[in-house]
């Protein structure tokens, strides 16, 4: 019994059903009915990386339908959101791209209510392969060798720091997350993010911003860590709002500054992800935004949980080498972008200096060749 409790301290239990069957167990010694709390633990687990994969198709094929959006909206010859139109906003193929981004960000919020996040969010790095995959389909965007692997570093990387990440720390109400949003070291993260954030939008985006996917993606996952923590704080007001006996939050002044808080972010954040999808690669913008904004988050909230003072050695260490796999992961992809290196062109250059035979009959000749 004990070891049966301790594997559901691993999970967190929304389901009231199972806190029920658990205290009829104990009371009762019934494997019966404990084998069925064992249970619920795998179909919650199965359900959040259910919600977590598909939260994952959605915001990766989201991806290729506002960058399609963008593309016809480029073909009518009017001003692209790159250089600072919102002629996208009359096209139904970016609105279909967002309704569909939104459909997986809530998929992803609710797989977080069935599982931790060192297990729901490192599934986050399949929207980043179902990019690449749709947009060498749909878009017909080609991705290198070198870009293929910074990918693949990227998604490793940001899953290890993802991991050994410190857990997130829970809030009960709105009013205790107001205490801590008015602590010192968040309000100097939030002063920080948004200076930067301002000194991005308003000198370096205008100059660099179309020659350098970091500008608007920086901008992006600054923007975007700060909107996590409002739209948590709606989320908080919501469930307190509408659970019975609980205090009605839409009367606090905090609930409505989350409110406007998150409704700013977001804007912030599709306007500058438009320009990158409009001007970038969509290979590249997705793993690097996906890595930004994961980074961003994750110091955002240990920031204001303070989860980092009781971290293990081995989790600092974890998450330095994901953080210098990442930093590898993004150098292939943006500075390497526009080297010409396929394995098939290496495959033909070795064909042509004579170092591999052209034909696979050739190839079995010259092993028996060898052999003899």
């Not at 389901?15 to 179909?43: E, S």
């Not at 739209?231 to 908080?236: M, R, T, Y």
């Not at 150098?331 to 972008?337: D, H, P």
Request: hydrophobic share 50%.
């Amino acid at each position: 019994m004990m070891m049966m409790m301790m594997m559901m301290s691993s999970f967190p239990t929304p389901f009231p059903l199972k806190l029920v069957i658990l205290a009829t167990a104990l009371m009762t010694n019934d494997h019966v009915l404990t084998v069925l709390v064992i249970v619920f633990d795998y179909l919650e687990l199965s359900f959040s990386l259910a919600l977590a994969c598909g939260s994952s198709v959605f915001i990766g094929t989201s991806f290729i339908m506002k960058k399609k959006g963008l593309l016809r909206l480029a073909s009518k010859s009017q001003l692209r959101a790159g250089q600072g139109g919102y002629g996208y906003l009359r096209e139904w193929l970016w609105w279909a791209g967002l309704i569909t981004m939104g459909v997986g960000e809530a998929a992803n919020f609710a797989a977080y209510a069935f599982a931790p996040a060192s297990v729901v969010s490192p599934m986050g790095a399949l929207s980043v392969l179902v990019g690449a995959v749709m947009s060498s389909r749909f878009l017909q965007e080609r991705l290198n060798l070198l870009g293929k692997i910074g990918c693949a570093l990227t998604v490793l990387g940001s899953t290890v720091m993802v991991i050994h990440a410190p857990h997130e720390g829970s809030v009960a109400n709105v009013d205790e997350l107001g205490q801590k949003l008015l602590d010192i070291t968040f309000l100097i993260y939030s002063v920080l993010v948004v200076s930067i954030s301002v000194f991005f939008v308003f000198y370096l985006s205008p100059k660099y911003g179309h020659r350098n996917v970091l500008i608007y993606i920086t901008i992006c996952s600054l923007i975007g860590s700060l909107s996590v923590t409002a739209c948590k704080g709606v989320g908080l007001a919501i469930k307190e709002s509408l659970t019975p006996g609980g205090k009605n939050q839409f009367v606090n002044w905090l609930t409505y500054f989350l409110i406007i808080s998150l409704i700013a972010c977001v804007m912030v954040q599709m306007n500058f992800l438009n320009r990158a999808l409009d001007t970038f690669n969509t290979a590249i913008v997705s793993p690097i935004y996906y890595v930004f904004f994961t980074t961003a988050v994750i110091a955002s909230s240990a920031i204001l949980f303070k989860e980092w003072n009781n971290m293990l050695p081995l989790d600092i260490v974890g998450s330095l080498c994901g953080f210098l796999t990442i930093i590898g992961g993004i150098f292939l992809l943006q500075f390497c972008k526009d080297v010409d290196l396929s394995l098939r062109g290496i495959q033909e250059k070795r064909v042509h200096n004579g170092t591999v035979p052209a034909s696979p009959i050739e190839r079995r000749e010259l092993l028996r060749s060898e052999d003899a």
